[in-house]
């Protein structure tokens, strides 16, 4: 029985003990629209705050973001319809309002610096939590078993 313990504490002692996965890191795939991905699940807007309340200053950088991305939404949906409403006459054979289309047009390119500036948060914010997980998680605990002033002894340091 003495055998098997001390063998067991041995084993123990090799190895480097991590509180959570590395895994936990939140992916990006850039394109023209960023994933973001967590576990190989995708990841929608709300997730992402749900996640990042655990660290104050990505939580912070995600606040920015969705504020951003209200606006893309709300310029993205008047301009995509100023656009469309005269492209739709036009196909279905009516006299089309072209200015309303270059009103849209216009509206639509005031949404791209809210848009790029919706990815460049979110992205920081993502690269903070990362951060954030590689700090805390990656703290090893380390066991040693070894002679000390008292005989022999297990020595934890985390």
């Not at 656009?83 to 390119?109: E, F, M, R």
Request: charged fraction near 15%; glycine fraction near 12%; charge should be positive.
């Amino acid at each position: 029985m003495k055998k098997t313990l001390l063998i067991c504490l041995m084993l123990v002692s090799c190895f480097k003990l991590f509180a959570q996965s590395p895994t936990d890191t939140i992916e990006v795939k850039k394109g023209f629209s960023p994933v973001f991905r967590q576990n190989g699940e995708n990841l929608n807007l709300n997730q992402l705050m749900e996640l990042t309340k655990s660290n104050p200053e990505a939580y912070k950088e995600m606040k920015i973001a969705k504020s951003k991305a209200g606006f893309v939404s709300a310029l993205g949906y008047a301009g995509g319809f100023l656009v469309g409403y005269p492209l739709g006459t036009a196909i279905g054979g009516g006299k089309p309002n072209w200015s309303l289309a270059g009103i849209g047009a216009g509206v639509l390119a005031l949404s791209l610096p809210f848009s790029s500036s919706f990815t460049k948060h979110t992205q920081n914010a993502i690269r903070i939590y990362n951060n954030g997980l590689t700090q805390t998680s990656m703290n090893p605990v380390d066991f040693k078993l070894g002679f000390t002033g008292n005989g022999l002894g297990l020595n934890l340091k985390f």
